[in-house]
């Protein structure tokens, strides 16, 4: 703007500058034409008759003289464009007209060239610029030739007293390029003038406005600081009075916001710990640290084992209250150098700079789970957790924060999966495990989507009479590189990643089918029995999905009995595992508690279960024919069955022996090599009419081993 305005007036003053050149040229050479023919009227006595315009201007000179006395020099004329020169300060001339030659020639001057030489002589002829008006009697303002130059000059015509013309008075006022040097020089110094003030308020104005605009540059700073999620170490400005006081004291805010933010963005409300963000952000420094050579640290993952059970059995809150204290006993073991953060549930994830070989981590990872192990006392009652850690060392074990997660839960699931360990180091070997673990799981995944898997069955005897009992469905794989893959190593991938729903759904959808049509083919199997994983039996749809199945193919429910593992207590609470059998119960279906004595026992709770069978785990019955303490043992559980009202199943009986310890006490059924094993459905009857075919030779042993 300002700019603007100084090259608006410049212009303007230019522009009128000019124009008053102009106009004074123009005012100067009236005055000197009219001062001319004054001098020249006065000074002869008027003999000379002047003529204006209206603007007093001279049009023409009439001679009152004797009509058609030439124009010619004397004294007096000489005297009189003498002082004609030197009033107007120019030259002054008579020009006579000459009509033999059809010109005006110059009779009197005062002109003198500039190297002041007489004057040589001169005429205005054709081609003059003035000369057409004079000769027709008018006036002439404007510049004439004169050796090689142009002068400014004013001729008035001298008419005789019958207008006819004879002669020429002209005054000039000097050199046309003189006064237009004076008039360019003027306009020179004015754009001179004008580039020095401009210059001039370009230089202090950079001046002021670098001074003025250095606050909000560093404001602008701040806020790029801020935008780029750095919190700037203070806000500069924050005592001004002004507007750029205003404007820190917005950033200011804006600064406590964002810190605000942060903090929310990277904490776990449940603990006040980190949270993922925080976790994985912390885990990218410190490997960014790691890469220059200088940093090392581990990363410990811990997580409760069946943890989700607390939260089934007493309620989330409490299962927040139980993470929150779990929180603070981490927090006083690690200390303040280590950075916790909570990624999910139950998983807590532990940065700890400085520790090479894992030593710290080790004895870090030792107290925590001693001190996590105490009893959480709450108003609830005594809670318990069971921690399990996986530790990697970084950056040994990875390089980028996705990798160090991995390895560390890798060695997490492999601590959760040991019996004995409570905390593991990844390693190479565990690595190839996983490696082949994920192998086996894209075979199983192909497998389930091509329909390789198989079902068999295996018999359920009653070892009283041979009676066919029940059949057991068993999944079966056989696969063309690697033969028959045991369920004992798939079955735990498939529950592992979540195949197990499919597969379970796909076993019970072809045992349905397969029971019904031997319904329907009138032979009496007694029950089918399904193995259902924990994670099947915790699908809110489980019990709909088994009441559709059984609709789909009109199978009577109480001719499929579900087998459960005592390992559905495990993440799941008692009162949601009672909630699912009783739902299942109404469906009418048989529920049976497999691998009973095996793994983790809930004696307490037998009694209050729905379960109508009990299948007595194959390690009780293994040798007890040769052991009569374990035999001793086999009988107390299957005592323990029969009282409770179970039906009690031997699973495993291998050996003449194991099959007649089975018949002494009172199994209501036996299922074991000794019979049959899984067999296809095709070739059940077969099986077992050759297992009945065997009774009297092995009847006889029998009795002569009682002999
Ligand atoms: P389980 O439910 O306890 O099944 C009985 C296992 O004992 C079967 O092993 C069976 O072949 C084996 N067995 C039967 N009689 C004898 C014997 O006399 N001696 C020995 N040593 N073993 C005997 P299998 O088929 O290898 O299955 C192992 C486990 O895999 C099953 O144990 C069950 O937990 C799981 N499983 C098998 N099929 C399925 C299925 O369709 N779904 C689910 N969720 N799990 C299944
Ligand atoms: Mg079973
Ligand atoms: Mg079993």
Not at 115 to 138: C, K, M, N, V, W
Not at 447 to 476: F, S
């Amino acid at each position: 703007m300002v700019l603007c305005s100084i090259g608006l007036i410049s212009g303007l003053s230019y522009f009128e500058l000019s124009r008053t050149t102009e106009d004074n040229a123009s005012i100067r050479i009236d005055r000197a034409a009219r001062a001319a023919v004054a001098i020249l009227c006065f000074g002869t006595d008027r003999f000379f008759e002047p003529e204006f315009d209206d603007t007093d201007n001279p049009v023409s000179l009439r001679m009152t003289a004797i009509d058609g006395s030439p124009l010619v020099k004397n004294a007096k004329l000489e005297q009189l464009v003498d002082a004609i020169g030197r009033t107007n300060q120019g030259a002054a001339n008579l020009f006579a007209w000459a009509p033999q030659t059809a010109s005006f020639d110059r009779f009197v001057t005062t002109f003198k060239p500039p190297d002041g030489s007489p004057p040589a002589a001169f005429s205005i002829r054709e081609g003059h610029p003035a000369y057409t008006s004079l000769a027709a009697g008018q006036p002439f303002i404007g510049e004439v030739p004169l050796m090689g130059r142009f002068r400014l000059a004013y001729l008035t015509p001298i008419l005789t007293e019958n207008g006819k013309v004879a002669g020429a008075l002209a005054v000039d006022v000097g050199w046309v390029d003189d006064l237009s040097t004076a008039e360019t020089r003027l306009k020179t110094r004015i754009a001179s003038a004008a580039i020095v003030i401009l210059m001039g308020v370009i230089l202090m104005g950079g001046i002021f406005l670098r001074f003025e605009l250095r606050p909000l540059r560093r404001l602008a700073r701040t806020a790029d600081e801020l935008a780029a999620g750095t919190q700037p170490r203070e806000i500069p400005f924050t005592d001004r009075q002004d507007e750029i006081g205003d404007l820190a004291h917005g950033l200011e805010r804006v600064t406590d916001l964002q810190d605000k933010l942060q903090k929310l963005a990277y904490t776990d409300p449940v603990t006040t710990a980190g949270n993922r963000a925080r976790y994985f952000s912390d885990l990218n420094k410190a490997l960014k640290r790691a890469k220059d050579g200088t940093f090392r640290a581990s990363l410990i993952h811990l997580d409760f084992n069946g943890f989700a059970k607390i939260n089934d059995t007493f309620g989330q809150q409490v299962g927040n209250r139980v993470l929150l204290q779990a929180y603070a006993r981490l927090a006083k073991i690690f200390g303040p150098s280590a950075q916790i953060a909570r990624i999910s549930a139950d998983d807590f994830c532990i940065l700890l700079p400085f520790d090479a070989q894992g030593a710290i981590a080790e004895d870090y990872a030792i107290q925590a789970i001693e001190l996590l192990s105490v009893p959480f006392h709450m108003e609830e009652g005594e809670i318990r957790v069971e921690p399990s850690i996986g530790i990697a060392l970084l950056p040994q074990d990875a390089h980028d924060a996705e990798t160090a997660h991995r390895v560390a839960g890798l060695a997490l699931r492999a601590a959760k999966e040991s019996k004995s360990a409570r905390h593991i180091f990844f390693s190479a070997p565990l690595n190839e495990r996983v490696q082949t673990d994920m192998l086996l799981e894209t075979l199983l995944r192909t497998a389930l989507k091509t329909g390789q898997l198989e079902l068999h069955y295996q018999p359920q005897i009653c070892p009283a009479d041979d009676r066919l009992v029940g059949l057991e469905a068993l999944i079966r794989w056989p696969n063309e590189k690697r033969g028959h893959i045991p369920p004992a190593e798939f079955i735990p991938i498939a529950e592992k990643t979540g195949l197990i729903l499919e597969l379970g759904q796909y076993v019970l959808e072809r045992a349905c089918k397969q029971a019904a049509e031997w319904q329907q083919a009138g032979f009496e199997f007694g029950q089918v029995s399904v193995n259902v994983s924990p994670l099947q039996f915790r699908q809110p749809s489980f019990a709909a999905t088994v009441r559709q199945m059984l609709a789909a193919h009109r199978l009577p429910a109480q001719m499929l009995c579900l087998e459960l593992t005592e390992n559905v207590f495990v993440d799941t609470g008692e009162q949601m595992v009672l909630d699912i059998l009783s739902e299942l119960q109404q469906i009418g279906v048989q529920l049976s508690l497999d691998d009973f004595g095996s793994g983790y026992s809930s004696l307490i709770y037998l009694h209050r279960l729905p379960f109508q069978e009990l299948k007595i785990d194959r390690a009780f019955l293994a040798g007890a024919d040769r052991d009569p303490q374990k035999e001793q043992l086999f009988q107390a559980i299957v005592g323990l069955g029969r009282s409770l009202g179970l039906r009690v199943i031997a699973e495993g009986a291998e050996t003449p022996g194991e099959y007649a310890l089975t018949a002494a006490h009172g199994c209501d059924g036996m299922q074991g090599f000794f019979c049959s094993p899984a067999v296809a459905a095709q070739d059940v009857r077969e099986c077992i009419d050759a297992f009945r075919k065997s009774r009297p030779a092995r009847s006889a042993t029998m009795e002569k081993k009682r002999a």
